[in-house]
Every structure is written in structure tokens, then in C-alpha cells.
């Protein structure tokens, strides 16, 4: 089983790319899927658009405090379902150097580490730079190749920004900044080929800078799409804390919507597949409480039907 890392900040594309990988690839490849925060969105979202094999595992970072049930998720993996390929997408704040030091203990003949991949927001570049410039690094430093994001619309020299700002930092990586999704199969194809080279040293670092927090909620639902959309509004402008990743789902007036933010960045999808009623925020600060009024707002009123002395479609506070 060969393995393939594509490590990426939180909400760089990583999910995104990796379903591109799986539809265009013609090698057989399964999923190892960490998600920061304990909600299991993009499972799904692979699950749905994807037709292989995947696990999650949502609780605590493979680079850091479940490393020994990583690895030994790993070697069950291999010495069972047995991919020609297995993926991990690790959460967007793990250091890649750990995870290339954790996973070369299990490495043998029969496990072989692929050369690593790091996804890079084009346009969000900046702010997690400065936010998190130690995780920011270290996912560039270790990378074998560094593919952009994002850059659909971006000209030639910010291209070429982005290139001299990644190689400052790891001038041996192949960086690409053509949007992947409009280069031929044979790229995609070559990234399953090269090894790591294995005589490099990884060291392992024990201390991080601050782990951002992570608010997950169940069973959630909200009263129309347009105060919706205000909430969006209001969490990128920092009324709910300094929230840069919030992802989730949710049904509403017979419609299955679900949701992404990154950055300052969302969108929001309208589907027909099966969705589960929850939500993922990510961020420092996070005023729980006040999202936690938005989406169980509902659950405090009772519509009182018949005997209601307000229009229909007024609620009455229940406590
Ligand atoms: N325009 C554009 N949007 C993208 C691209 N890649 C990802 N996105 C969007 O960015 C958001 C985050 O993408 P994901 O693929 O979920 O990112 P991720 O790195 O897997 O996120 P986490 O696992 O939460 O860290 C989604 O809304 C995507 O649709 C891209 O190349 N271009």
C-alpha cells in the first residue's frame, strides 16, 4: 500500500482536490480522512462524490495526540482492505514533519510513503501566514510539491508572487499555481508515482503554537435561508469571535443545504442527498453561545395553532 499525504490549512481545498484526484485517477485509492472539530462533514461530502473506500477519524490530530491509534489504524488498513493507495488528509494544523515521522515507523516493504503534497490557498495566503506562521511553514517546508488553490482568476504575476513566496521556503518543492482542475490526467497521475526520498531526516517537534478551537452542533436548524445568509455575514466580520473555517449542513423548508466558509470566503450549496443537521466552527474567541441562540433559536418557540392569538406565522417563547 503506498500513501499519499495532501496536507493543506484548515479550508485550503484539500477535500476538493482530493475528489478530483479520486475521480480522475484510474489507480484504486481509499481515504484517511482527520478532521479538526468533531462533526465529520467532509466524510460525508467524499462519501457522496466519491465511489472509494474512506474512514474518519474526528477526535484529536494525527500529528500529534492520537498518533499511536493512527499508525495502527494505518496498519490495519494495509493488512486488510489493502488499497494500491491510501490518501490522508490530515487536519489543515498539523505539522506535516510529524505526520512524515509518524508514519515512516510503520513504513516497509508492503508501506511505502509517497513524495507529500501541500495544498495552498491562493487568497488566503496572507492571513494564515501571519496567524499561523509556524504550521504555515511547515506544511510548505516538507512538501514535495505545493499546488495553489483558488487561482482561477489570478494573473500572471500574482502567480509568480505566489512561486517566489513559496520557494523562499522550500526551494526544492514543484510548485503549481495553473488551477489543477485544467491540467491533463497524466499530472495527477505522476503525483501517485514518486516516492519520498527516504534519506531525508524529519524531525519530529514536540511544542506547537496554539491550536485554534473547535465548537461542533448537532441536531441544528434555522428559520430561513436569509437569516442564514445575515449569520454568514456577521461570522465573517467577527461578531461570533474570529471564526475562519465553519462548515456543516442542514435541512430547511424541504431543501438540504450545506455550508463552507473559509477565510471570509463562503458558499452555500443546495442538494437533494441526505444531509445530517450539523455544523463545524473553527477559530480562536469563538462566542459559542451566541451561535449556539442562532441554530436552536427554534427549539425555544412553539407554534401555538389554533388557539394562537398572534398571525400564523408568529411564535410564542416557550420558557
Ligand atoms: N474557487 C475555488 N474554491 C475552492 C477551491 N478549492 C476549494 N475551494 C472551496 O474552498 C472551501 C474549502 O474547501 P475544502 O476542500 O473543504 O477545504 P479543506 O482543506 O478540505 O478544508 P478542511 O478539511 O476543513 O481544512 C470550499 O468552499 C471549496 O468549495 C478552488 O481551487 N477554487
Partial sequence: MKILIVSGFLGAGKTTFIKELAKRTKKEIAIFENEY????????????????????????????SVKGDFA??????????NPDYLVIEPTGVAMLSNLIANLSQI????????????????????????EFPEIYKNQIEYADTVIFSKTENLSSEEKDKLKLEVSEINPNCKIITEHYSTLPDSFLDSLLLKYLDGAIEIPVKEDYEEMPDSFSLNDISIRSIERFIIFLENLIRGKYGNVFRAKGSFAIKGLNLRFDLADSRYQIEVGTDEISNKAVFIGNDIKKQKIREVFFENSRFIKIGQVNPFPPDKYIVFW
Avoid at 468533531?38 to 474512506?54: A, F, Q, R
Avoid at 495502527?72 to 482492505?81: E, G, P, R, Y
Fill in 37 to 64: 472539530g468533531t462533526s465529520g462533514v467532509d466524510g460525508d461530502i467524499l462519501k457522496e462524490s466519491t465511489n472509494v473506500n474512506i474512514w474518519e477519524l474526528t477526535e484529536g490530530c494525527i500529528c500529534c
Fill in 72 to 81: 495502527a489504524s494505518v496498519l490495519t488498513i494495509a493488512n486488510t482492505v
Fill in 107 to 130: 513504513e516497509y516493504e508492503h508501506i511505502r510513503l509517497m513524495a507529500p503534497i501541500s495544498i495552498v490557498d491562493a487568497l488566503s495566503i496572507e492571513r494564515y501566514k501571519d
